[in-house]
């Protein structure tokens, strides 16, 4: 086996163990009570408002990995290069401009698709709706989709994100890792001080937990890198970080909050 098929290889395996990795570091730390005060739900909102166990959603997180690797090897086996010779990596700044094309074409497909699966009733009932039986999101439930949606926003979306960047294989091993990381991390349900992608990105697990809630339904589509789409388009829901109440945090649309104070005064 040469140097390419050995990345083709890590490309499409690689990610899949950073997901269960990722998703493990929290579900360790989902274990640890003093950590309740940076959830976004209390512990109890889990088991009553999320209407499929843990057990359902692991298995259906490895159906759709499995449609993952399905699709990446067949698209490497297409575009693969039969000699043996080791494709040359581009420089570090051409590298980054394919990270940057990349995430812009991975948000742009997966924000359309998205918001056409909230828009068309028959696809949001019999598809996307499976993925919001998760009220109360967290890590390992990322991914946790029907596996038509997870073969057409995520992999399809992820094979776009590579055709059209023009990365190599070995490049993609890391793309699609930190993709990974990110999708997990805006489902972890948690808001943990000093965490870096809070401060680099603004959609993050408050701003995708509004739209995982009723009043944000229709909200918040962009995943998973950047807002851009949701405030151009104007589904953009402002909202804030409050502290609740028995402890914990909570992430508030701007507008519940100004409904509430003007009732109070």
Not at 16 to 45: F, K, N, Q, T
Not at 86 to 106: G, T
Not at 141 to 147: M, Q, S
Not at 199 to 218: E, T
Request: with cysteine.
């Amino acid at each position: 086996m040469g140097i390419g098929a050995s990345d083709e290889l890590l490309g499409t395996f690689v990610p899949i163990a950073v997901y269960w990795l990722y998703s493990g570091l929290y579900l360790a730390l989902d274990g640890v009570e003093r950590l309740d005060v940076y959830r976004l739900h209390p512990r109890e909102e889990e088991a009553a408002k999320n209407v499929v166990s843990r057990g359902t959603v692991v298995r259906g997180v490895l159906v759709q990995q499995a449609f993952q690797v399905a699709v990446s090897l067949t698209l490497f086996a297409v575009i693969g290069d039969e000699s043996d010779i080791e494709q040359k990596q581009p420089s570090a700044l051409v590298i980054l401009l394919q990270f940057a094309i990349a995430m812009f074409v991975m948000d742009t497909w997966q924000y359309f698709m998205h918001r056409y699966m909230h828009i068309n009733k028959f696809l949001y009932k019999h598809i996307h709706s499976k993925h919001h039986t998760l009220v109360v999101p967290y890590s390992f439930g990322a991914l946790y989709n029907h596996p038509l949606e997870g073969l057409i926003l995520d992999t399809i979306g992820g094979a776009l994100s590579f055709l059209v960047s023009g990365m190599t294989p070995r490049t993609s091993i890391f793309f699609f890792s930190f993709a990974t990381i990110k999708t997990v991390d805006d489902h972890c349900g948690l808001w943990l001080p000093g965490n870096i992608l809070h401060a680099l990105f603004n959609n993050n697990s408050a701003y995708h937990d509004i739209h995982h809630q009723l009043y944000g339904n229709k909200y918040n589509f962009s995943q998973p890198f950047f807002v851009m789409w949701d405030k151009i388009l104007g589904t953009y829901m402002p909202y804030s970080i409050e502290h609740r109440k028995g402890g914990g945090f909570e992430s508030r649309p701007v507008k519940l909050n100004i409904a509430e104070q003007t009732k109070t005064d």
